[in-house]
């Protein structure tokens, strides 16, 4: 379900070309080592690159949305649209890493 509604999200975030290719290319990436860590249900090490990962997107996700958040005159409903579902995705990001932790956990982490 994490995977699930973060791809959804991040499609919804780059519907429009306001962020930057690095966006779409981050936080995809990181869902592909996540669908590994579904996969491979034995290894810590998958589980712990995806919370590695969803932190890290965390941090990129600030930057992108500061850097690239258009002037108000310029947001037409589409990227409003956007900026919200990836802010969305922002906010959820902390509750998925509490989430991923305890699958860490219940899978024998430290």
Known sequence: AIILVHWLLTVWGCMNDMFPASYAWGNFSVLAVGIWA????????????????????????????????????????????????AIFSLLLKP??????YRMYRERGGE
Do not use: E, W
């Open 38 to 85: 579904i996969v491979q249900r034995d290894s810590l090490d998958a589980i712990m690159m995806f919370l590695t990962g969803l932190l890290l997107t965390v941090l990129t996700d600030i930057i992108h949305i500061s850097v690239f958040y258009p002037p108000n005159y310029y947001l037409s409903d589409v990227k409003r649209f956007s900026v919200g579902m």
């Open 95 to 100: 509750v998925s890493c509490y989430l991923v």
